[in-house]
């Protein structure tokens, strides 16, 4: 047997990219935590990284060295040798902690059966840090716990400078641990008290409340026996949160009050889903709609032959402890929803949530990593399993606020393809349970319970392995498998491995059936699990099939071919139980019944306190400071705003990206003549077997700043901006369906319930006032942080994601600008809308007050909006419009230089012809107003002279009379805004470039 120890480096310094991004990272430690990095000046701080790999095996010296060649070296940028220490620099070796799944080391494992050598027995990879020497040896500890490293799922050993001895890593050696035992274990508390069923409730964290563990108690009682673990961990993860949506199922009492306390209203509301969510897709009635709130993700029709499923799901807490697995398998988790509806996955959507870039690490609570780490995993996660899958990812968008500084949020969706009428479901009494894709391990145990309650310091250690090891290439060649057994019909029922593992799968799969399964059978990714473990891991890349058994062979020969694993597990029956054994032995025996029906209904309390309404004035005198300062300031506030991380471009992340793989984004992330502006949706044109031109216009739309105002006005405003980022490039917001996800606090704080009842209320309006059904969504709740007895609640937060259906992909427009001399006219209204705007979040406060005193969020008149859209994407499909941008964050101002940038042409704009639909105000508040108000429902469109008269005519035709003429496209490369003959705004097209791609520098 023997021990190698490979280090494989950059050969130069130029192309260790890891070193230079490294570099970058530590430049924004706070200085005083690295006291001897200030005395460093020239040279400039010396930092080397390299891949580390410990190979265990009886291999030749010919066969390292052809392992080290062959597969583990790019001979054009890459250099190996035997790993060893520099005697003038510190060296820090970070490996994962025994049983995390190494994803590059079974990688290895492969590639040396594909090389014939058979010897090697075990891999093991990690990173090496090679740090300046001038660093102490605190400031080498305090970097590598800082950024090298999550002690969630790695550990590391540093090498100080002057030491030379490179010691052993202790590794996990390749001898055979303990395999579990079968002896039943059982929880005795058919006696215990309240406070010791909470306790188990607390140590075990199942996340369940008292009247839930005195339910299981209670019939635990009536079976005359103690619950096994295995049963009690399923009971958790079936009736937890993230599971059971238990506060969406929830009756609450609901009542109105004024800022006095008086109860202006009172509601009982018998379940927020199915009286709001599914009661406005039930009203609608989309004869598109295919599947709704059934099935893993939402389906409908888009061509004859031809369905498209969407799904959306959140990754918020385990992104949170370890930001790399979380996004990478949250990534990995909702394209295997679509997969789980038969689904060929052809697109992925991300919408990421930050804490401030500049937030300082010794600001933070022990326990919550920086936002900057946080981003910097999170979006590496995202392009490594996209990326690697060959899946585009073609829409998003990253938000920061001090909000999210301790519950980051991941939003992670998929728009797959199949043949209509391919998706089936229905398990039949004998079919077999058929696992097939990655191994089990425990990587993933207790996802669903952690993420169903708040997070602290403690949880998250405790919770460590509630992180889940994503492998895209495996998930991969699942998913071709399950393509063509679906083409074949080979099963009767899909469904992922999701949060809950096997528990969740095969439990709501045989809910209406019942199942026998012996969980020896499902291959390990090592030995050593619990039943309970094996039956609850989270492990990624699996997915249940309920399968005919006269079919298992021809599946069994799909598997082989695409390299899959597959294991039968045990057979779907007919006496509603689910029976587990473990070698035999019986380790769980529930009622179906009691398992999905038997959680107590909750009741909870929500309250929400109405404000005093405002008139949306302003005050005609100023102080003539403020007005004179204003006045100098218009240019800077543009460029301000352009600098604002929430409107900054997003390149440098949606670079990381494929968007183009599968070749069939029309509309991508990035638009202009360089590729250089943000789009605002994408379209995509499947590659299709039958003649049709058909596209699909993804979009969404996100506004946390007006919920601290109102979440139904929030919500208004995210359902507004995600159709009118679907109008502007042609969508039809007529053929749309929405997917809606919230991200909220603690549901047991009236308050924070009160909030998303008034968020709820606004879904079913807007989804039945623009006749847009929900198909899907998620709920993700108790995204809270306790530190120093402090709740820490993220600011609630509403993702609404809309999918439209168009007939020719070919017939739609894109953001930058075309030709000098064309027209620019604003469509829709502007009022004095400035409550949570991106100007009030760049000025003073103080000033802001005094500007606007009173003023309110953007209201949505959702029939003149309908009508609006409609009209508008009507007009661009018949050719009428050249190019069309909506106005969001940082209203007209920034939207026009949005489009001026990247179409690299000048414009000018007179803004006087802008009615601000409010008397009395300031002439300097009126044009603050008019550039940068955020209303919803509005457009900035670009039309050729010739377009003129037939647009004009179509949009007043449709009922649409607000439309603005603001001025012209130059070819001057000057951004010029005035007010009649007052100049405002004088800026270069560069500068705004320059701006707008410097706002995270």
């Not at 430049?27 to 005395?39: F, G, N, V």
Request: charged share 20%; net charge negative.
């Amino acid at each position: 047997m023997t021990f190698n120890k490979i280090e494989i480096r950059a050969a130069t310094e130029r192309h260790d990219v890891h070193a230079r991004q490294l570099a970058r990272e530590i430049s924004h430690l706070p200085i005083q935590a690295l006291p001897s990095l200030a005395a460093i000046s020239q040279p400039a701080l010396s930092i080397r990284t390299a891949q580390l790999y410990l190979l265990t095996g009886n291999l030749s010296t010919a066969q390292l060295d052809q392992l080290t060649q062959q597969l583990l070296t790019d001979p054009v940028v890459q250099e190996s040798g035997p790993a060893a220490l520099l005697p003038n620099a510190h060296t820090v070796d970070v490996f994962f902690h025994p049983g995390v799944t190494d994803t590059l080391a079974e990688s290895v494992l492969t590639g040396a059966q594909m090389l014939g050598i058979t010897e090697l027995q075990q891999v093991e990879t990690g990173r090496r840090y090679i740090l300046d020497g001038r660093l102490s040896e605190a400031d080498a500890h305090a970097i590598t716990q800082a950024i090298l490293y999550n002690p969630v799922i790695q550990q590391y050993e540093l090498h100080p400078a002057h030491v030379t001895t490179d010691t052993p890593h202790a590794h996990v050696q390749p001898t055979e641990q303990a395999v579990a035992g079968p002896s039943i274990t059982t929880v005795p508390l058919i006696d215990m008290s309240d406070e010791q069923l909470m306790e188990v409730s607390r140590a075990g964290l199942l996340s369940l409340n008292l009247d839930e563990m005195r339910a299981i108690q209670q019939h635990y009682r009536e079976q005359g026996r103690e619950p096994t673990d295995v049963e009690l961990e399923t009971l958790a993860q079936t009736w937890s949160e993230h599971c059971s949506h238990k506060t969406f199922k929830a009756t609450v009492a609901y009542r109105e009050v004024d800022e006095q306390g008086n109860v202006l209203e009172t509601e009982t509301i018998p379940g927020l889903l199915k009286s709001y969510i599914m009661r406005a897709t039930q009203q609608i009635e989309m004869p598109e709609l295919v599947s709704a709130f059934s099935d893993n993700a939402g389906i409908v029709r888009f061509t004859e032959t031809q369905d498209i499923a969407f799904k959306v799901e959140t990754h918020n807490h385990p992104s949170a402890i370890e930001p790399f697995g979380g996004a990478n398998t949250g990534v990995g988790g909702v394209i295997r929803d679509v997969v789980g509806v038969s689904a060929y996955p052809i697109a992925c959507t991300d919408i990421l949530c930050f804490g401030p870039p500049e937030t300082p690490a010794d600001e933070l609570p022990s326990g919550v990593l920086t936002p900057r780490r946080i981003a910097s995993g999170v979006v590496s996660g995202v392009r490594d399993y996209g990326n690697k899958m060959g899946i585009p990812t073609v829409n998003g968008a990253i938000w920061y606020h001090p909000g999210y500084i301790y519950n980051p949020l991941v939003f992670c969706g998929c728009l797959g393809i199949l043949p209509h009428g391919s998706h089936p479901n229905q398990v039949q009494t004998g079919d077999l349970i058929v696992v097939l894709g990655g191994r089990t391990g425990r990587d993933g145990i207790h996802g669903a319970t952690f993420s169903s309650g708040e997070m602290s310091s403690e949880i998250n250690a405790q919770a460590g392995t509630a992180v889940q090891i994503g492998a895209p290439i495996t998930e991969k060649k699942a998913t071709d498998v399950i393509v063509q057994a679906r083409d074949l019909r080979l099963y009767h029922a899909i469904t992922d491995c999701g949060a809950g593992g096997f528990s969740s799968a095969i439990g709501e799969m045989a809910s209406e059936t019942g199942a026998n399964v012996e969980l020896a059978k499902a291959p390990l990714k090592y030995q050593g699990l619990a039943p309970w473990e094996i039956w609850l891991s989270e492990a990624q890349e699996r997915m249940v099939l309920a399968v005919p058994p006269e079919h298992l062979a021809e599946l069994q020969a799909l598997c082989d071919i695409e390299e899959v694993e597959l294991s039968v597990l045990g057979t779907f029956t007919g006496d509603h139980r689910l029976k587990i054994t473990y070698q035999s032995e019986v380790v769980a025996d529930m009622d179906m019944g009691f398992l999905h029906h038997g959680i107590p209904n909750k009741t909870l309390e929500a309250v929400w306190t109405q404000k005093q309404a405002e008139s949306g004035t302003s005050p005609e005198d100023l102080p003539e400071q403020l007005v004179e300062g204003i006045a100098h300031a218009w240019t800077p506030t543009l460029l301000g705003l352009l600098r604002h991380p929430n409107i900054a471009s997003k390149e440098e992340v949606v670079r990381r990206y494929d968007h183009e793989v599968q070749g069939a984004t029309v509309v991508k992330p990035l638009v202009g003549k360089a590729g250089n502006g943000p789009g605002d949706a994408a379209v995509l044109q499947p590659i299709l077997d039958e003649e049709t031109r058909a596209g699909i216009v993804l979009s969404n739309g996100i506004n946390p700043l007006y919920g601290k105002f109102d979440p139904y006005h929030m919500v208004l405003n995210a359902v507004d901006e995600a159709l009118r980022n679907l109008a502007a490039v042609g969508g039809d917001v007529g053929r749309t369906a929405i997917l809606d996800n919230f991200c909220w606090g603690n549901p047991n704080d009236p308050e924070q319930l009160g909030l998303l009842v008034r968020a709820v209320k606004g879904c079913y309006d807007a989804a039945v006032g623009y006749g847009v059904p929900f198909i899907s969504g998620k709920d993700s709740l108790n995204n809270e942080y306790r530190a120093d007895g402090r709740r820490l609640p993220v600011i609630p937060t509403l993702l609404i994601s809309a999918v439209s259906v168009i007939e020719d992909a070919s017939r739609t427009v894109e953001m930058a600008l075309k030709t000098p001399g064309n027209l620019l006219y604003q469509i829709g209204a502007t009022h004095n809308e400035m409550a949570g705007s991106h100007y009030g979040e760049i000025v003073e406060q103080d000033s802001f007050e005094q500007l606007f005193p009173q003023t309110t969020v953007p209201q949505v008149d959702i029939p003149h909006a309908y009508a609006t859209m409609k009209a508008l994407g009507e007009a661009i499909r018949k050719g009428l419009v050249r190019s069309c941008h909506d106005l969001s964050e940082g209203g007209l101002a920034v939207a026009a230089a949005e489009m001026s940038l990247a179409g690299m042409l000048g414009v000018n704009l007179d803004v006087h012809r802008i009615s601000t639909h409010t008397q009395g105000m300031n002439a300097v508040v009126r044009n603050i107003v008019r550039l940068f108000s955020e209303s919803a429902s509005r457009f900035l469109v670009e039309l050729a002279p010739e377009q003129l008269g037939p647009f004009e005519q179509h949009m007043q035709e449709s009922g649409v009379h607000e439309l603005t003429y603001l001025g012209t496209v130059t070819n001057t490369n000057r951004f010029v805004v005035q007010d009649r003959t007052q100049e405002l705004i004088n800026v270069s097209v560069a500068e705004l470039q320059e701006a707008w791609k410097g706002g995270l520098a």
